[in-house]
């Protein structure tokens, strides 16, 4: 298992606790943090990255959403967004 801190701007239904709970549903344990608009989500060890990607980028709204992804265990950063000319590709933040 690996944690992450999941940052949401313009999930699904702009409903943060709505967003966890479909994480929760999908495999994925998932918590709010007292910070607005943020996750902390424990990946399975059954599932890889790129299905985790998925599952972060399929709450994102279409056209404006983005997510700005943590992991504990490497301490890398990543952010998704939907707007711009990298539409649903995560860019590791350096």
Not at 14 to 41: E, Q, W, Y
């Amino acid at each position: 298992m690996v944690v992450y801190i999941v940052e949401l701007n313009r999930c699904r239904g702009d409903n943060v606790r709505l967003a966890a709970l479909r994480f929760t549903r999908r495999g994925i344990k998932a918590s709010v943090i007292p910070h607005k608009t943020t996750l902390r989500l424990e990946r399975p060890d059954g599932m890889t990255w790129q299905a985790f990607k998925a599952e972060v980028r399929r709450e994102l709204q279409p056209r404006r959403g983005s997510a700005l992804v943590h992991s504990h265990k490497t301490a890398k950063s990543y952010v998704c967004s939907n707007s711009g000319n990298r539409i649903g590709r995560f860019e590791r933040v350096r």
